[in-house]
């Protein structure tokens, strides 16, 4: 029997925002697929981006980095096309992977670097970009203990340090060195930006409940609030799917119940 493909039904949003995401892009899986696309693209271009404050160029980084902690490779190279044609800058593609490597790993990481370095090097970006690190090996721990109190709260990382067992404080240095002094005190995205990236990638990794209720608190003291979070999971939605999704809206609600 011969089969006969149908052409997706998309609406003219889903559409329009999908070309503005990918200039000229024309996939081959709605020429096989063409049912999946007319649904996956109807949700995910049109009612999930009529949805919410977010701007663009925030959809796309988040997404951007909710692909890098899901190793979901192909789907971050089709980030790294979107967020070129939309703002994203050499710059900040490289500053969110960074930014990944404490909260994801470089076992993971290391893939995405070559996939943005290939990309880059096709736009005609040269490569390496400018540093952007703000930290010395002497000042590392001092400086990340800093910004660490600021994002987390003060009393809280006191806190942390007060009651660790011995055999455990060299982690706790670790994230003021590494985690705060190393990545988050680098400049080419503000902490604003930074902790959205780092909730982004929390609730797309899963298992990580814990984390993700203190980078709320985090958000928050940064600026965040609990709408723009919601935005963002909602953002996610259509690339980590509803378990995911729920346990972020459950951690959210925990940290700031609704009124």
């Known amino acids: 029997m011969e089969v006969v493909n149908s052409i997706p039904h998309l609406s003219a949003e889903a559409v329009k925002n999908h070309e503005a995401w990918f200039p000229g892009y024309v996939s081959t899986v709605k020429q096989t697929d063409p049912e999946l696309i007319e649904v996956f693209d109807n949700f995910a271009f049109d009612e999930i981006l009529n949805h919410g404050n977010l701007d663009t160029k925030t959809r796309i980084m988040v997404t951007m980095a909710s692909t890098i902690a899901q190793h979901a490779v192909a789907e971050y190279r089709m980030m790294l096309r979107a967020g070129l044609a939309n703002g994203v800058t050499p710059v900040e593609i490289k ?9 994801v790993g470089i076992a993971k990481v290391i893939d995405f670097i070559g996939a943005a370095n290939d990309f880059l090097t096709e736009n005609g970006v040269k490569l390496p970009l400018p540093s952007q690190s703000t930290t010395s090996p002497e000042d590392r721990f001092e400086k990340g203990l800093a910004v660490q109190k600021e994002m987390v709260g003060v009393e809280m990382i006191d806190n942390m340090y007060k009651n660790t067992p011995g055999n455990q404080m060299h982690i706790q240095r670790y994230l003021s060195a590494n985690c705060f002094g190393d990545y988050q005190t680098r400049t080419g995205l503000d902490k604003q930006m930074r902790e959205l990236l780092t909730f982004s990638m929390l609730v797309s990794l899963g298992g990580c409940e814990s984390q993700v209720k203190g980078h709320i608190r985090a958000n928050i ?4 609030d609990k709408q723009k979070l919601l935005d963002v999971v909602t953002q996610l939605l259509p690339y980590i799917g509803y378990p995911r999704t729920l346990n972020a809206i459950a951690c959210l609600n925990e940290i700031i119940p609704e009124q």
């Open 95 to 103: 500053e969110v992977l960074y930014h990944s490597v404490p909260y």
């Open 221 to 224: 003291n940064m600026g965040n």
